[in-house]
């Protein structure tokens, strides 16, 4: 415990003041794995809805709160309307950030309870040349934020199963 107290102070005078007394405990934080899944096939130039990345989110040892994420997809500013699904449900639209970004903000928490798992698409209608490579990883810890739901204060990220490493990001030609 800790607490926060002035017995004396010179000058105007203030003495015996005494603050909350806090408590503080040692619990881990929660994770949470984000990995490739799966391929996706070869999209056209101009094909809308095209999925262009596949990956898993896995909720460690408390529910998993998902309210940001940011992905780095190599040439991002010729694809258009991105979107983030899950299964067949839209849960988040993608804007465009600058250089390779792409910004999905969820509208509430997407929630993966303890010890569960979620794969999700992103889809975009897709620009850029033929033959060019798409590549989509998460580029930071920092790029996702996931808060638990046991106490409140945001996950611990693994992504080396989707950190854009030989085999981690999801790429296909266009």
Do not use: C, W
């Amino acid at each position: 415990t800790m607490n926060f107290s002035v017995v004396s102070a010179n000058g105007k005078s203030v003495s015996g003041v005494l603050g909350n007394t806090f408590s503080f405990s040692g619990n881990s934080v929660g994770t949470v794995t984000i990995v490739k899944t799966g391929t996706i096939t070869n999209p056209s130039i101009g094909q809308q809805n095209a999925v262009i990345g596949k990956f898993r989110v896995t909720a460690g040892n408390e529910n998993a709160e998902i309210q940001r994420l940011r992905l780095k997809i190599n040439n991002a500013i010729d694809h258009k309307v991105y979107a983030l699904y899950q299964g067949s449900d839209k849960v988040a639209d993608g804007v465009y950030a600058s250089g390779d970004y792409v910004d999905f903000a969820f509208s509430s928490p997407y929630t993966i309870a303890e010890g569960n798992s979620r794969n999700f698409d992103l889809k975009a209608t897709v620009g850029g040349q033929a033959a060019e490579t798409i590549s989509v990883a998460m580029d930071r810890d920092t790029d996702m934020v996931v808060v638990g739901g046991d106490f409140g204060f945001n996950q611990a990220i693994t992504r080396s199963g989707y950190d854009g490493s030989t085999a981690a990001g999801t790429e296909d030609d266009a």
